[in-house]
């Protein structure tokens, strides 16, 4: 990551930048230098989401290369799934850059804020640098174009651009409850408390309606490893507090798409390993239901991988994306066997702290 970043700083500078190196003409420079900034930001995006999600100091700062263009409303470029049969989706590619970037710069200030250089620490802050960097986030959502909303674009990038800002969310609010500012005031703090405690479950469910959405368009095992993250931050939250219904489905959505991407990312697969070591620590599940819960979701995952349909849309979504049969039903069949586990309740004489 280091060498990748000294080689686009070497590139990003005036003298290199603007000193074309072929006779190709103004338009094949200007070609050139908007791939830069294209490579350029997405390095900047990966970094960050890097070291935002390890609380570490960011490495790099924003480009000083322009952002992609956004759209006027026109139509965007055809996208196609790979590697499902199903007709191209519209998709906006450099809207979707531009604004990722731009959320991921709010990312850069909250580490530059919050995190410092040598480790997993905090800094000091006040009470109001937390108000003034959500409230960055929240005009950065409420300023998202047409073409980026859930509604809109039902695409997988689409989906992750909205996890990502849940997951800035969720690390902004759990810092609000952590971080002892300097401008601490037991007032404000006992009126904040509950707003914040609201804002963080509401993003924690968002994501995993988002994931349950990846998952009924394009297949459980198909979710973009950009939700790893976003995906651990939100189980976090809702184990905590599974007494609502709404929250013990959350958690099984999460949790079978976290699986699926366990057999694609070592993360996934880490992250996976503690939720079934918290499952059994926190006494949530008896260690018999955990283990049968476990190897549940990995035959089915087995199976999905032997069929090309599986988890693709549910019965009621089939007509719009080909008529695909009666496998689609495999994603809410996995689901609809999770929610049949009983969590939060005491578990049996067979638990194990361990």
Not at 76 to 83: S, V
Not at 200 to 225: E, K, N, R
Not at 239 to 247: K, N, P, S, T, V
Not at 251 to 267: E, I
């Amino acid at each position: 990551m280091h060498e990748m970043l000294y080689v686009l700083r070497q590139y990003d500078k005036p003298s290199r930048a603007h000193r074309p190196k072929t006779r190709g003409g103004r338009e094949r420079v200007s070609g050139a230098q908007r791939i830069l900034g294209y490579t350029s930001w997405a390095a900047f995006v990966s970094t960050t989401a890097a070291t935002f999600a390890m609380r570490n100091h960011p490495l790099m700062e924003p480009p000083e290369k322009d952002k992609p263009v956004v759209c006027k409303g026109e139509f965007g470029e055809a996208w196609l799934p790979y590697p499902r049969d199903h007709p191209p989706v519209s998709a906006h590619p450099d809207c979707h850059l531009h604004h990722l970037s731009t959320l991921f710069e709010i990312c850069y200030n909250i580490s530059q804020c919050l995190f410092v250089e040598d480790g997993p620490k905090l800094s000091s802050a006040t009470r109001d640098a937390l108000e003034e960097l959500h409230r960055d986030l929240t005009a950065w959502y409420g300023g998202l174009p047409g073409c980026l909303e859930v509604a809109g674009v039902k695409a997988p990038h689409t989906l992750s651009v909205h996890a990502q800002y849940h997951w800035a969310v969720l690390v902004l609010s759990e810092l609000n409850f952590t971080l002892q500012t300097d401008d601490e005031d037991d007032a404000t703090v006992e009126l904040l408390v509950p707003v914040v405690r609201a804002q963080h479950m509401t993003s924690a469910l968002a994501i995993a309606d988002l994931v349950h959405l990846q998952s009924v368009y394009w297949g459980v095992d198909h979710i973009p490893i950009s939700f790893v993250e976003p995906i651990n931050a939100a189980l976090a939250v809702i184990i905590g507090d599974m007494e609502a219904a709404d929250r013990t489905s959350s958690f099984v959505k999460l949790a079978v798409a976290l699986h699926g991407l366990s057999r694609r990312s070592v993360a996934a697969e880490s992250m996976l390993r503690m939720l079934r070591l918290t499952l059994r620590q926190r006494r949530l599940m008896s260690a018999k239901d955990v283990d049968q819960l476990f190897k549940d979701a990995s035959d089915h995952w087995e199976a999905s991988v032997l069929s090309p349909q599986v988890g693709v849309a549910t019965a009621s979504d089939a007509t719009q994306f080909n008529e695909v049969g009666t496998a689609e039903e495999t994603y809410d069949m996995l689901v609809e066997k999770w929610n049949q586990f009983h969590l939060g309740a005491p578990s049996s004489s067979s638990s194990s702290s361990s």
